[in-house]
DNA sequence: GAAAGTTGATGAATCGATTCAGGCAGGTTT
DNA sequence: AAACCTGCCTGAATCGATTCATCAACTTTC
């Protein structure tokens, strides 16, 4: 029932090694076997089987992507263009989920590592440095997505998380922000300790005095964000901030909808708010939503990019690939 | 370098069928042997091979799943829902994003079936039905999601977008609409023209007299929709229709944006909207959506159980499963 | 025209896990 | 005591594509 390589070769009439150089290395057979064998190809419906193929070659066709929040239309579009690198080389996603959970993390990353993925796109939650360590002494590159390798001892793409802070912040302060609230966590993940230092430097940098203080989020959905808005909301009203800055896009539209809602607090009259990713959804908020940019699908090709290479020289040593983010101002912000 | 079971047999001082039998049938193994090659894997590290043991035993670790739209968030919640029911069973999901390509689906079904996937979830673009039968014939099940299979010759797990189409449309007529747009495509997506067909149903059924337009869109994203209802404005003001039942929630969104940033015609004074799916940033709006809510994570968790049943029992007969969607009212449909 | 080189094809060995026919030890049945 | 189980283990054969040493046929070169 199965076609193998076998029965191509008995229907061209040549031998195996013929067929396998055909779909490898057609320059090296004659135009008359290539012919011939891809008829028998065409004929017979044969499809190569990959298990095979990479048992004995050891090369994999799959790379294995794992994200930190699937929900985030942020890393759809890291996803997106990541998936279109990969086609390009005929290269497929393995695709999981993490939702900042240190058990998933592990699993997907056993799971990748029986798969012999040929090489992995991370945004980590937990330090996996250790467990990436051993990938690669298996022949699996990995490169951190959305995160820079502190220590360099991996490839990273990601975009100045403190550099974006910081344009966030010192856009408040110039529509006259002076009581800034970042809303944000788990503090774990790295982005949002430095989203939060960037901030730090803004309000130290600022010619007036600027305070910035901390609302704790668990996570960054747009639940968390609602939960955030209501705490803040629920203060006596002397206490409460004039901006807030949100780690992410998804915390920012929450805040914005329990904000709304509530109404006694215009957005932006009374406060100002940003969040971080530039979402889709941002534009077309209660409020249309200023935020900083990511080049989101670039940040998937390059990541995907780099592991092929990575892969294919075993030697190449670990690079930072950085982009600078930008502020795009919408109505939320706007200077009271 | 790499370690196989052969160098844990020996470790172990026991035979590489004994290894094999621990790692998969470990009831038909003395307790001490068991140890003992756990205690061998463990101390050596080893990583099962699944190339091997996919081109051996035939069976694969991981399910495919190809999507209509990536960067809708209703279907990143029913990948979540795969995703759920797929890592209790340990397998891992290749993930393939259309974007509505018919080339691009072609080339993730080759991919997939080079792969040997144990199974395919599809919410398909074409008419996909000869290439699925091939699979099929390969053994490789496959299930529709997000779609009813017409024919019935594969199974599927689907929201009756017929009835959600009515119940958007009699949701309207009873707030008082009357000329309602319906505004999606393109048709030769099956959900657009079901969802249609419900909301002519619905004005049929009406007591008064009900108009139905269709302003067609090329895709469903949140620019068509903005596009759209940059369209609509333009018409003269005595042809503005007085509700917009958008296909998707992301169209909706779209629509909801130029109107206000417009200003002329208000939401929901002037001019009802409600959208399909109720993803999550259908309630952060800038005027919060009403919507017609899809189980999505339920949807995608039974499709996946359900395909590996299929790819259990080659005897299985497909069956259709139909969940039934429900309304949900927000602030953009209030009766004026 | 012999030696050397080129081109293209061959087919056995190989990757690593699984499977299964067969074997062995010790116990039970008749 | 012979026959028969039972439980557990062994190791060679196998899946299908790739690789590579080897060979045949043909060209070049001197």
């Keep these: 029932m199965p076609v193998s390589i076998r029965d191509v070769a008995l229907r061209a009439g040549v031998s195996v090694g013929t067929v396998s150089n055909v779909l490898n290395r057609p320059d090296e057979v004659s135009a008359d076997s290539v012919d011939r064998v891809s008829r028998a190809i065409e004929d017979l419906g044969y499809v190569r089987n990959d298990a095979a193929r990479k048992l004995r070659a050891g090369v994999s066709t799959t790379v294995g992507f794992v994200v930190l929040d699937g929900q985030n239309p942020f890393y759809n579009d890291v996803v997106r263009g990541a998936e279109d690198e990969a086609t390009k080389h005929g290269i497929a996603i393995l695709y999981g989920n993490t939702d900042e959970d240190l058990g998933r993390e592990k699993l997907y990353l056993d799971l990748f590592e029986e798969q012999q993925v040929r090489g992995l796109l991370i945004a980590p939650y937990g330090d996996v440095t250790a467990r990436l360590q051993r990938l690669r002494a298996r022949g699996i590159a990995a490169v951190l997505v959305d995160r820079f390798s502190g220590d360099g001892r991996f490839s990273s793409v990601s975009v100045d998380s403190v550099v974006g802070g910081r344009m966030a912040v010192e856009h408040l302060i110039e529509g006259g922000r002076r009581h800034i609230a970042f809303v944000g966590g788990p503090f774990d993940i790295r982005q949002v300790n430095d989203r939060l230092a960037g901030a730090r430097v803004a309000a130290e940098n600022a010619a007036v005095p600027v ?126």
Excluded: C, K, Y
Excluded at 238 to 257: I, K, M, S, T, V
Excluded at 315 to 336: D, G
């Design 211 to 336: 305070e910035v203080e901390v609302v704790a989020t668990a996570a960054m959905t747009v639940e968390d964000g609602v939960a955030a808005g209501a705490r803040i909301i629920a203060r006596p009203r002397r206490e409460w901030p004039d901006a807030l800055f949100a780690a992410n896009d998804l915390l920012a539209l929450g805040l914005l909808q329990s904000l709304v809602v509530d109404g006694r607090m215009l957005v932006p009259h009374d406060i100002a708010i940003i969040g971080f990713d530039d979402i889709p959804f941002a534009a077309a908020a209660a409020v249309p939503l200023s935020s900083i940019r990511q080049p989101s699908r670039m940040i998937g090709r390059t990541a995907l990019r780099i592991v092929l290479e990575e892969a294919a020289d075993s030697e190449s040593i670990a690079r930072q690939t950085v982009f600078q983010p930008e502020l795009v101002v919408r109505a939320s912000t706007l200077p009271r």
